[in-house]
């Protein structure tokens, strides 16, 4: 019975002429005023808070970068740059020690059986004087095949001419860190002036070093130079083209804006050239969180360091096409930043050799803005808080804050994949879905708890995929439902199909468009029925 009070009953049974559903209106009628509405209220004005600091950031950005772009602040015109030529012009000819600087190429990986030979090949086909480089595989393997292959394709770059060291340690402890530190510390290593790193699945043009080392050579206070990525994969499936979505947009707009402004941005981890002086008075790599990479750039950046962002230099690299390897990464890139967050807080207020606007940015913009509340209010105001004011009509939102600045946000990340931008409504969605993942990931990395070190290196396809896909004739792969179920994402599902279908019944915000668009995109996902499926035999 709507709008009746429930009696005091005593113990559990219901008086004759209630129904359950009655008794459950009832109770919700008496709870919604004095608790659910007051805390609704509350998380509407602290989203509606978060919303604005994030798209005071987003539209900071754009116009920097446009500003950027307008007055034609090149890295070229911003830095000196300077090709390095040779007696003769010919790098093989003769040494020439003060013109090149000793390059270390250092290659973590860990049981790259589809991508080492491609990545070794790269670095090993780099245009530089052959006694000036050094290419440094550091192998992680367990698999003792897949490190025996790993091995024998060292040797036979050897075997050209090439200075190729392959190193193995012990364990893996400290993870990619521990490797790159333990690289760091062989004796041919002291030699060299800077460091390139490339991950395992990362192929860089012949002429990556001519164009990155001359930034480092010719201005003594540039520590690091990050190029772009460039994503050969990314038309594999509609999951890679959304990852191709953001990670443009971060490249593009997030990465220039900070190396146009304030010369700090976060180390990507890979397809970057280090001053190993700076990596050293920086402290070296650290493994007390998964950002290692992000770790290292603050470091240095406390120091006074500057960075700069060559966003026409592109690398090849393989974007993760399984479900499963991505969230596994997303939960790294999302943990990680809010433990480091935690861990360097305080150190970054008390440092003396930076600006106080250099350390508002890195706190406020690049940290608190970008990596902790840019994950939260997606996940917590478009997946929870709307839906469920659908359910308390009482809390209403304003449509500046459910409308026009999501609008404006979604806008602005389009730009830096103008091809994907017909599939703008499936990145909202997929986005959304993700910053679950996300915003738990980040919750743990601020507490500390259970999973904040959980490293899982991403899964690399190559062309493995390509080469073993069945014929139209082959039977499909038999995959366990148990292992693409995800309940999470299934439960958020439910709960936005139910304030959907409230908001036809009894609605009139018409919320329930967006509300069943969302909870399909949470149910495919749920299912595990996106990214690429692949069978291991």
């Known amino acids: 019975m709507a709008g009746v009070a429930v009696p005091e009953w005593p113990g559990t049974t219901v008086p004759a002429g209630y129904s359950g ?58 830095y000196r740059w300077e090709p390095i030529v040779r007696d003769g012009g010919d790098l093989e000819a003769g040494s020439d020690a003060a013109a090149y600087p000793m390059v270390l190429v250092q290659i ?22 052959s006694d000036r480089i050094i290419v440094q595989v ?35 402890r400290g993870y990619k860190a521990g490797a790159l530190r333990e690289g760091m510390k062989r004796d041919y290593v002291r030699g060299c002036d800077v460091v390139a790193i490339f991950d395992a699945d990362f192929q860089p043009e012949p002429d990556f070093l001519c164009r990155t080392v001359p930034f480092l050579l010719h201005n003594p206070d540039l520590a690091l130079v990050q190029a772009r990525w460039n994503f050969v994969n990314a038309d594999e499936c509609l999951m890679t083209r959304m990852q191709e979505m953001s990670l443009d947009y971060h490249f593009t707009v997030e990465q220039e804006a900070g190396s146009s402004t304030y010369a700090f941005f976060g180390f990507n981890g890979t397809a970057g050239v280090w001053r190993i002086s700076a990596l050293n008075e920086a402290g070296g790599w650290k493994d007390r969180t998964t950002v290692e990479d992000m770790d290292l750039a603050v470091r240095a950046s406390l120091k006074g360091w500057n960075f700069v962002f060559l966003g026409g230099l592109m690398v090849k ?73 659908v359910l308390v009509p009482e809390v209403e939102i304003p449509k500046w804050g459910s409308v026009y600045i999501p609008t404006i946000i979604t806008l602005l990340n389009a730009v830096g994949t103008p091809r994907s931008v017909h599939l703008i409504v499936f990145w909202i969605l997929f986005e959304n879905v993700m910053s679950l993942h996300r915003t738990k990931a980040t919750f743990i990395g601020l507490l500390e708890a259970g999973r904040v070190n959980e490293w899982v290196v991403t899964e690399k396809l190559g062309d493995a995929l390509r080469m073993k896909m069945p014929g139209k004739a082959s039977k499909k792969p038999r995959i366990r439902i148990g292992d693409r179920l995800h309940i999470l994402e299934l439960g958020i599902a439910a709960y936005l199909l139910f304030c959907g279908c409230y908001d036809i019944a009894f609605g009139n915000n018409h919320y329930y468009i967006f509300l069943f668009l969302q909870s399909i995109a949470f149910f495919i996902v749920g299912i595990g029925y996106v990214g690429t499926f692949v069978t291991h035999s």
């Open 108 to 129: 973590p990986m860990y049981n790259e059986r589809e991508v080492y030979q491609v990545s070794i090949g790269a670095a090993c086909g780099l245009s530089w004087p």
């Open 138 to 172: 550091l192998d992680d393997s367990t698999d003792p095949v897949i490190k025996e292959l790993v091995r024998a394709e060292c040797a036979r770059w050897a075997s050209k001419g090439v200075n190729v060291k392959y190193e193995v340690r012990d364990s893996r």
């Open 21 to 78: 559903s009655d008794v459950v209106a009832a109770l919700w009628q008496q709870v919604k005023s004095p608790v659910v509405v007051p805390l609704l209220r509350l998380s509407v004005a602290l989203c509606l808070a978060m919303s604005v600091m994030l798209f005071a950031e987003k539209v900071y950005m754009a116009v920097v970068v446009l500003a950027s772009r307008l007055l034609g602040r090149r890295p070229e015109r911003r």
């Open 317 to 389: 690299n393989e974007l993760p096409s399984t479900l499963k390897a991505y969230r596994y990464q997303q939960h790294r890139w999302s943990c990680g930043p809010a433990n480091l967050f935690r861990k360097m807080l305080m150190e970054i207020v008390r440092n003396k050799k930076v600006t106080l606007w250099k350390k508002i940015h890195v706190i406020y913009n690049f940290f608190l803005v970008r990596k902790i509340i840019a994950h939260i209010v997606t996940f917590v105001f478009y997946c929870i808080v709307i839906p469920t004011t």
